[in-house]
């Protein structure tokens, strides 16, 4: 006779594992907008670019932005440069609004 299969078990291994694929997911979406340099942005522009893409119905822009983004994968990203001329890290405040100097 078989073993009968504990199915809780493997259900909550299941969730914990999509849980840990989701978490992931958004880290990745977060350093994806850190290395293109989104990260300046405000998140009411962002917000905004983010919802004209998924909402636009042009081809023939998203196939520009499709290879845009290819060619920015294929040389490792953008150019490390740097944000400022003083050579701050940033110079934008956490609310993304420009830091006083």
Excluded: C, Y
């Excluded at 636009?56 to 290879?67: L, N, P, Q, S, V």
């Excluded at 983004?69 to 890290?89: C, E, N, V």
């Amino acid at each position: 006779m078989r073993k009968p299969r504990d199915i809780d078990s493997e259900l909550k291994a299941l969730e914990a594992k999509a849980k840990t694929l989701k978490e992931r997911r958004v880290r990745q979406l977060g350093e994806l907008v850190i290395a293109t340099g989104a990260d300046v942005l405000d998140a009411d522009m962002l917000t905004g670019a983010l919802l004209g893409a998924v909402a636009t119905k042009d081809a023939h822009a998203k196939e520009g932005w499709r290879k845009a983004g290819a060619s920015f994968f294929q040389r490792g990203g953008r150019k490390t440069t740097a944000r400022s001329d003083h050579g701050a890290a940033n110079d934008t405040a956490p609310d993304g609004h420009a830091a006083s100097a």
